[in-house]
């Protein structure tokens, strides 16, 4: 049987991305580390595939992009910023779409062992609750780096935007305009981007004073006919909210279709805040309140750096996180234009 570096990584109780710095005489790695390396190795008869190394060796001028989806405008708009650095550089783009698949996600980045892409930029779907897959590339000398939805027990680069602090200014907003019930409309619980928005919108119900329980985060994880349901349901409850969080933009709508039907006016009955770059925002009835991401920016700047892991042999990726500001731009959905 191959001995391969997750063998020797499972033996030594060290990650995948350890050995493989160990094997290759990473500054990175401590003597002892890479002394304790060499004797298993050595003892398991381990040999590395040659012809895997020369598939990382070799050039495609091609980059990979692993989206959970493209429906939502801040991949679209990441996509087009991360196209621009690309064709600076003189590099394809291809898009891979994960559709929320954990298992699709592992499939994708197991076709990237063949060679066919120098690196990687990704946001995770809602169903991935390992990072092994992600490990085990990084591990085979892949430069990934994560933007939006990200993997934070992988050491290497993510570009993100404050959605704790984000989302605290998002439901202190709502409490500014006079809401006493606000509800948060959640999606995947394992997402680090969905979690740390719930965290800011429990924060600043506590430190207004106001009860926060558990029936106050709505999971919202079907399509846009059972998100209706859920959202329908809920308002016409005994204790209907008066204000909304939409974590994400595809929430938005089945919020509107849901007070039209019921005759609920936003935001007289209903006050409604979403996290979203749609555009259209400004022209819905009424307009929408929104957290926007700097989509463009993020994609322009996770590519920048994923460059600089491809292009410099000792560029270190774990080092790099940036964290780019959202912007609220209140709108008649708040009652306060």
Same mark, same amino acid.
């Given at each position: 049987?191959?001995?391969? +570096?997750?063998?020797?990584?499972?033996?030594?109780?060290?990650?995948?991305?350890?050995?493989?710095?160990?094997?290759?005489?990473? /500054?990175?790695?401590?003597?002892?580390?890479?002394?304790?390396?060499?004797?298993?190795?050595?003892?398991?008869? /381990? %040999?590395?595939?040659?012809?895997?190394?020369?598939?990382?060796?070799?050039?495609?001028?091609?980059?990979? *992009?692993?989206?959970?989806?493209?429906?939502?405008?801040?991949?679209?708009?990441?996509i087009n910023g991360i196209e621009? #650095?690309?064709?600076?550089?003189?590099?394809?783009?291809?898009? /891979?779409?994960?559709?929320?698949?954990?298992?699709? &996600? &592992?499939?994708?980045?197991?076709?990237?062992?063949?060679?066919?892409?120098?690196? +990687?930029?990704?946001? *995770?779907?809602?169903?991935?609750?390992?990072?092994?897959?992600?490990?085990?590339?990084?591990?085979?000398?892949?430069?990934? *780096?994560?933007? @939006?939805?990200?993997?934070?027990? *992988?050491?290497?680069?993510?570009?993100?935007? @404050?959605?704790?602090? %984000?989302?605290?200014?998002?439901? %202190?907003?709502?409490?500014?305009?006079?809401?006493?019930? #606000?509800?948060?409309?959640?999606?995947?619980?394992?997402?680090?981007?969905? +979690?740390?928005?719930?965290?800011?919108?429990?924060?600043?119900?506590?430190?207004?004073?106001?009860?926060?329980? @558990?029936?106050?985060?709505?999971?919202?994880?079907?399509?846009? &006919?059972?998100?209706?349901?859920? #959202?329908?349901?809920?308002?016409?409850?005994?204790?209907?909210? @008066?204000?909304?969080?939409?974590?994400?933009?595809?929430?938005?709508?089945?919020?509107?279709?849901?007070?039209?039907?019921?005759?609920?006016?936003?935001?007289?009955?209903?006050?409604l805040i979403s996290f979203t770059? $749609?555009?259209?925002?400004?022209?819905?009835?009424?307009?929408?309140?929104?957290?926007?991401?700097?989509?463009?920016?993020?994609?322009?700047?996770?590519?920048?750096?994923?460059?600089?892991?491809?292009?410099?042999?000792?560029?270190? $990726? %774990?080092?790099?996180?940036?964290?780019?500001?959202? +912007?609220?731009? &209140?709108?008649?959905?708040?009652?306060?234009?």
């Amino acid at each position: 049987m191959n001995v391969t +570096i997750r063998d020797l990584a499972e033996q030594l109780n060290l990650s995948v991305a350890t050995i493989s710095k160990a094997l290759t005489d990473s /500054y990175e790695i401590s003597p002892e580390t890479k002394q304790r390396v060499s004797e298993l190795a050595k003892k398991l008869n /381990y %040999s590395p595939n040659p012809y895997a190394s020369s598939l990382r060796k070799r050039s495609s001028k091609t980059i990979a *992009v692993v989206l959970p989806e493209v429906a939502d405008s801040f991949f679209s708009l990441a996509i087009n910023g991360i196209e621009s #650095i690309a064709h600076e550089k003189g590099y394809h783009v291809l898009i /891979y779409l994960t559709h929320e698949s954990f298992e699709r &996600e &592992e499939a994708i980045l197991k076709e990237f062992k063949s060679g066919r892409v120098d690196g +990687i930029l990704m946001s *995770v779907s809602g169903e991935t609750c390992s990072s092994n897959h992600i490990k085990e590339a990084i591990a085979d000398g892949m430069p990934v *780096v994560f933007f @939006d939805r990200v993997c934070e027990d *992988v050491e290497t680069a993510k570009v993100v935007t @404050d959605d704790f602090e %984000s989302s605290y200014r998002a439901t %202190s907003h709502l409490i500014r305009m006079g809401c006493k019930k #606000i509800i948060y409309l959640s999606t995947s619980p394992t997402l680090s981007i969905n +979690i740390k928005r719930m965290e800011g919108y429990k924060k600043a119900l506590a430190d207004n004073a106001i009860r926060n329980t @558990d029936a106050e985060i709505i999971p919202c994880h079907g399509d846009t &006919e059972t998100n209706y349901k859920i #959202i329908s349901d809920l308002l016409k409850g005994k204790n209907k909210p @008066d204000g909304i969080i939409a974590s994400v933009e595809k929430l938005t709508a089945p919020v509107y279709i849901a007070c039209k039907h019921l005759g609920l006016t936003i935001p007289d009955d209903l006050k409604l805040i979403s996290f979203t770059n $749609l555009q259209t925002a400004l022209i819905l009835d009424p307009p929408l309140t929104t957290i926007t991401q700097p989509a463009l920016e993020m994609g322009k700047t996770a590519a920048t750096i994923l460059f600089k892991g491809i292009e410099k042999k000792n560029f270190d $990726l %774990s080092k790099e996180r940036v964290i780019l500001p959202s +912007i609220l731009a &209140e709108r008649s959905s708040t009652g306060n234009c």
